[in-house]
């Protein structure tokens, strides 16, 4: 399992090839936020807080994300184990009508609700055309809680439930739905 060894920030002034203008002005020089993550084994990774450099347009600015990372998330991350970056369940669930079920896979990729290294929590809502003229709307939401034994072998539980709305036209013409799926997995080394 991944575990963060260190987040290192560095600040850079980038020039720009080009000024960027809007109608407050010119922009010649961006302040961007490099951040280097090294994992146990020593691999690192680079990426970009990318934000404006004051609170205008949005209420993320450079100075406020530099204090966000370094003081509540990297103390979140270093040293422990990795959070869940992703989640796939197949399921098939059954209509209104017997004769029917709603085959789908789900993926859930970050921004997840809730991702922490113990809890995962997410709730969205899709919507999607089908053949035949039909749409669907689907909401589902996905809990899970990791536990660790006392020899430190962890194992995963949750709940998953979904209900998919098909409609033609503007009518309903059938609701699929699971309502409480618990499910548990205890991963391989």
Known sequence: ?????????????????????????????RRIILVRVEDADGAEGWGEITCGEVPGYSDEWTDSAWVTTEKILAPMVVGKDGLVSRIRISYSAPCSDPRYRFPNVLRLEPPLATSTVDDVSETVTLRDRLSGGGRSRQTATVTAHRTLD???????????RTRVVLTRGGKRLDTCELKRVTWSVTPTS
């Open 1 to 29: 399992m991944l575990t963060i060894r260190s987040i290192e920030l560095t600040e850079i002034n980038l020039p720009l090839v080009h000024f960027f203008e809007t109608s407050f002005g010119r922009t010649y020089e």
């Open 150 to 160: 006392a020899d430190g072998a962890e194992s995963w539980r949750g709940t998953f």
